[in-house]
C-alpha cells in the first residue's frame, strides 16, 4: 500500500507542467480559442509525438500501456491550464469506450490511430435534453437490408466540429433506460452526418449538435453486440467521468493558487487583502476542498487501474467532489479578484465557466450523488434529471 | 500509487483479525462495540494490557521499546482490523497516539528505555496538559509555572496552576503538561513540556459535565506538584516546539479507527431513515450520499497522509484533514436528528442520557472546537500552509 505518485509518475507530471507551461500559457490558450475547431493543432500534435495520446494505450495497440493514473496525472495538468483539446474526447473517453466495447479488430484498427494523435474523436452520446447517459441516448439505431442505419440528434458532441470520427451511442426503436444500447465508430464526413457548432458558456470545450439522417452503417462500425452495450459503455464513461474530475482537480488547484497569489499582491488598507481573516478563511476552505478533491481524484485512478469493483462508487464520487470543490475555487476566485475579476481580459472567468460546464458532463454532481445513495441504502428517489 | 497489500500483509491481517476475534468474542466479549470514551473503565484497563500481552498495542514502535516494527501497511491493516472486530476505544490513546510518538521523536534514549514500554504493556496511561481557563485558542499564554528545585532527593520541577479539558485524567498515571519555566517569558518562548506523575497530592482532578450530560474530561489542578529534573522532553524552553509535534501525531494511523465509528454513525442514520421512509425523500437521500462522500474522501486522506508523512512535517493533507473531519461530523450530527425527527429529542430514561444519534448531534459540536477551533484552522492553513501574511498580535 502507497498511495502516493511513484518517482515516475512525477516525472511525467513535471514533464507535463513544462511543456504546458511553455505552450499553454494565457496568451496561447486566447490564441487557441480563435482558431477553426477551438483549440491549437500544433499543440495536439505535440501530444501525440510525446506519446501522451497513446500513455494508457496498451502497448500491443501502439501506446506506452500506463494506466488511468497516469492519463489523469495529463489531465490533472492540462486542467489547470485549461487547454483546450481534442485529448479529453478522444483518449478519455472514446479511447475507453472502443476499449471497453469493441472487439479485438475494431480495437487493433481504431487504439493505434488514438496512440498515434492521428485521429480526433467526436462523442456523440446524447440527445439534445442533455440527459446523462445511458438514460439521455436517444440516437435510434434501426435495421436495414444490409446493416443498420442511424437517425436523430444527438446534441453536447465535444470537438464535433473538428473531429475526424464519431463515436456514437444508439438504442434500438423503443428501448428505455440502460436496455437496447449500441456503441458505433463512422467516419465524421459519412454521408447523412451534419455538424452544427454552438457558442458554448465554456470557451474553452466547445460543442456541436450533430444530426444523423438516416446514415447507413455497416455491421462491423458497430461496436460489439447491437443493443447489449451499456454494461461496458457505463464502465468506460465511469473512466471519463474519473479523467474529468482529475481535471477539475487540476483548475481548482490553478484557481486558488491564482487567488493566493493575488491576495499576496493586493494591497489595500495599507495591507494585502491576504492579512485579512475574511480573505485568509476563504482560501483556507479553497484549499480544504482541494486537498479532498486530490485524495477523490487520485483514489480514484488507482481504483481504475487496480480495483475495479469500486469504479463505480469512486468515480461518482470523483466527479461530484471535484467537480463541486472546482466550481467553489472557481467562484471564490472571481470573488477575491473583485472587479478585475469580472471582466473578460481576466483569465479568472474561463475557470468559472469551464468549472460549471464540467460539472454539467456525463451527469452533474447531483445526479452522481443519486446514483452513490443506490449503493448503500434502499429506495430511489426521482433521479436528478442531469 | 498501489492501493493493494502483499500476500504477507494479508497474512499479517488474518493474525491480527484472529486474535481481535478470539478476544472479543471470549474474554472481553463485553467490551465489543463499546466505541465511546466512557464506561467500563476497569475492563478498559484489563483490555489495554491484554493488547500490551501480546503486542498488539503500539505495533508501530520499534521492538526494543515494546513495539513490532510494524510497517506504514501492517498498521493500516491492524486499525482497520481493530474497528472491524468491534474492539473498544482505546483508554490509553494519549499515551500510545500521542505521549509515545514524541518521546520517540523527541525523548533521550534513557526516557525511551523507562518510559515507552509501560505504555507499550497497557500498564501506565497519560492524559494532556495544554488548555489553561486563559490558553485556549491563544494555547502559548500558557500560565501554568514550572520552577525547577534542588532537593535533598535531587533536583524537582515544582509545578503550580490550571489545565482544563483534560480528558481521561480521572484514569492516567502521567501527564503530559506545557509549563511556563522561565519566569516572565511570553508567548512561544520559555515554556517546557514536562511529564508529571498523576498520583500524587498536588495533582487534583475535577470533571466538567459538558452539554451532553456526561463528564469526558476535567479540570486539572497543580499545587506544588512535583516531578524529577529529567521528565522533561526536549530542553527546557522548548517546549512548544515539541508540544505542536504532539499535534501533528494527532494525524496518524488512529484516524482510520476514528473513521470506523463514524462509520457505525452513519449506518445507523441510514437505517433510521430506512426504518421510517424518510430514505424515499431526494434532499434526505443527497445529504446521505454527501456525509458518505465525506467519510471516503477521509478513508483516502488519511491513506495520503500515511503514505507522505515525513516526521514532524505537515503535508498540505495534513493541514486540512481535521477541520474537514470536524465539520463533516458536525453537519452529520444536524443530519441525524432530521432523519430522527421529534423521536430525536427524547431521552433513554429518566436521566439525561441519549442513544447513539442524538449523543452524536450533541458531541459533534466539540469537534469543531477542541485541538484547535476551525477558525484557528483557518488560520493555520491560510498562514503555513498558503503562506498568507501573518495575524497582527499585540505587542
Known amino acids: 500500500m502507497q498511495f502516493a505518485h511513484s518517482e515516475e509518475q512525477q516525472l511525467i507530471r513535471e514533464s507535463a507542467r513544462t511543456v504546458l507551461g511553455e505552450r499553454a500559457g494565457s496568451a496561447q490558450l486566447r490564441a487557441a480559442l480563435d482558431q477553426p475547431g477551438g483549440y491549437d493543432p500544433q499543440l495536439w500534435r505535440t501530444m501525440g509525438e510525446l506519446g501522451w495520446t497513446g500513455l494508457a494505450i496498451p502497448q500491443e495497440y501502439g501506446g506506452a500501456g500506463l494506466g488511468w493514473v497516469e492519463l489523469c496525472i495529463l489531465q490533472e495538468e492540462q486542467g489547470r491550464r485549461l487547454v483546450a483539446s481534442p485529448f479529453f474526447a478522444t483518449c478519455a473517453l472514446a479511447a475507453p469506450l472502443i476499449a471497453a466495447c469493441g472487439d479485438g479488430a475494431q480495437r487493433a484498427a481504431l487504439l493505434p490511430q488514438i496512440a498515434s494523435g492521428g485521429v480526433r474523436i467526436g462523442c456523440a452520446l446524447i440527445g439534445t435534453e442533455g440527459r446523462p447517459p445511458c438514460d439521455g441516448v436517444t440516437v435510434l439505431l434501426e435495421s436495414r437490408a444490409g446493416g443498420f442505419s442511424l437517425s436523430g440528434v444527438s446534441d453536447f458532441v465535444i470537438h464535433g466540429d473538428s473531429a475526424d470520427l464519431l463515436l456514437v451511442l444508439a438504442r434500438t426503436p423503443g428501448s428505455q433506460g440502460a436496455d437496447g444500447i449500441s456503441a458505433a465508430v463512422i467516419p465524421a464526413a459519412a454521408p447523412g452526418v451534419t455538424v452544427h457548432p454552438h457558442v458554448m458558456l465554456d470557451l474553452t470545450r466547445p460543442m456541436s449538435r450533430v444530426e444523423f439522417a438516416g446514415v447507413a452503417i455497416a455491421r462491423d462500425q458497430l461496436l460489439g453486440e447491437p443493443g447489449g452495450a451499456s454494461g461496458a459503455v457505463e464502465a468506460a464513461l465511469d473512466l471519463a467521468r474519473i479523467a474529468l474530475a482529475s481535471e477539475a482537480l487540476g483548475g481548482a488547484e490553478r484557481a486558488l493558487e491564482m487567488t493566493t497569489a493575488y491576495a499576496k499582491d493586493r494591497v489595500q488598507f495599507g495591507r494585502p487583502i491576504g492579512a485579512f481573516q475574511a480573505i485568509k478563511h476563504r482560501l483556507a476552505d479553497m484549499m480544504i476542498a482541494v486537498e479532498a478533491a486530490k485524495s477523490a481524484a487520485w483514489y480514484a485512478a488507482c481504483v481504475a487501474d487496480e480495483r475495479r469493483e469500486e469504479l463505480a462508487e469512486a468515480a461518482a464520487i470523483a466527479k461530484s467532489y471535484c467537480c463541486d470543490a472546482f466550481f467553489d475555487c472557481a467562484a471564490n476566485a472571481i470573488q477575491l479578484h473583485g472587479g478585475i475579476g469580472f471582466t473578460w481580459e481576466h483569465e479568472v472567468h474561463l475557470y468559472f465557466k469551464r468549472a460549471r460546464a464540467a460539472a454539467t458532463l456525463l451527469g452533474s454532481p447531483g445526479w452522481q450523488r443519486e446514483r452513490l445513495v443506490r449503493h448503500f441504502a434502499s429506495g430511489s428517489a426521482a433521479t436528478p434529471v442531469f | ?395
Not at chain 2, 99 to 108: Q, R, V
Not at chain 2, 356 to 362: E, M, S, T, V, Y
Open chain 2, 1 to 395: 500509487m498501489k492501493l493493494g497489500f502483499t500476500v504477507k500483509e494479508e497474512r499479517f491481517r488474518a493474525d491480527a483479525a484472529a486474535w481481535l476475534g478470539a478476544q472479543l468474542s471470549g474474554p472481553f466479549a463485553d467490551l465489543r462495540g463499546l466505541t465511546q470514551q466512557g464506561g467500563l473503565p476497569e475492563r478498559r484497563r484489563e483490555w489495554e494490557r491484554a493488547l500490551g500481552a501480546a503486542r498488539w498495542s503500539c505495533i508501530g514502535w520499534p521492538e526494543a521499546y515494546g513495539g513490532r516494527d510494524a510497517s506504514l501497511a501492517e498498521q493500516v491493516i491492524f486499525a482497520e482490523e481493530y474497528a472491524r472486530a468491534g474492539a473498544p476505544g482505546r483508554l490509553g490513546y494519549m499515551g500510545v497516539e500521542l505521549a509515545g510518538p514524541t518521546i520517540l521523536a523527541f525523548g533521550s534514549e534513557e526516557q525511551k528505555r523507562r518510559l515507552l514500554p509501560p505504555i507499550a504493556r497497557g500498564e501506565e496511561l497519560w492524559c494532556q496538559g495544554y488548555s489553561e481557563p486563559n490558553a485556549g485558542s491563544d494555547l502559548a499564554n500558557v500560565r501554568t509555572r514550572a520552577v525547577l528545585e534542588k532537593g535533598p532527593g535531587g533536583a524537582a520541577w515544582v509545578v503550580n496552576g490550571q489545565k482544563t479539558w483534560t480528558s481521561f485524567a480521572k484514569f492516567a498515571d502521567w501527564a503530559f503538561v506545557v509549563c511556563r519555566s522561565e519566569e516572565g517569558s511570553r508567548g512561544h518562548s520559555g515554556l517546557s513540556y514536562l511529564l508529571i506523575p498523576m498520583h500524587q497530592a498536588g495533582v487534583t482532578v475535577r470533571p466538567i459535565r459538558q452539554m451532553t450530560g456526561g463528564a469526558d474530561f476535567n479540570d486539572t489542578f497543580f499545587v506544588d506538584a512535583r516531578t524529577a529534573a529529567d521528565n522533561i522532553v526536549g530542553a527546557p524552553g522548548e517546549g512548544w516546539k515539541v508540544a505542536m509535534a504532539t499535534l501533528s501525531f494527532e494525524r496518524g494511523v488512529s484516524t482510520l479507527a476514528q473513521q470506523m465509528n463514524f462509520a457505525n454513525e452513519l449506518r445507523a442514520i441510514v437505517a433510521a431513515a430506512e426504518a421510517n421512509g424518510l430514505i424515499q425523500d431526494p434532499g434526505i437521500r443527497q445529504r446521505l450520499a454527501h456525509a458518505h462522500i465525506g467519510l471516503r474522501l477521509m478513508r483516502y486522506s488519511a491513506l495520503r497522509m500515511l503514505s507522505s508523512a515525513e516526521a514532524g512535517k505537515l503535508s498540505n493533507e495534513a493541514y486540512t484533514y481535521k477541520i474537514f473531519w470536524a465539520s463533516w461530523r458536525k453537519k452529520l450530527g444536524v443530519l441525524a436528528l432530521d432523519v430522527l425527527g421529534p423521536r430525536g429529542e427524547i431521552a433513554v430514561g429518566a436521566t439525561y442520557e441519549w442513544d447513539l444519534l442524538p449523543r452524536l448531534f450533541l458531541a459533534s459540536r466539540a469537534d469543531t472546537i477542541y485541538g484547535g477551533t476551525n477558525q484557528i484552522q483557518r488560520n493555520i492553513i491560510a498562514e503555513r500552509a498558503l503562506g498568507l501574511p501573518r495575524e497582527s498580535r499585540l505587542p
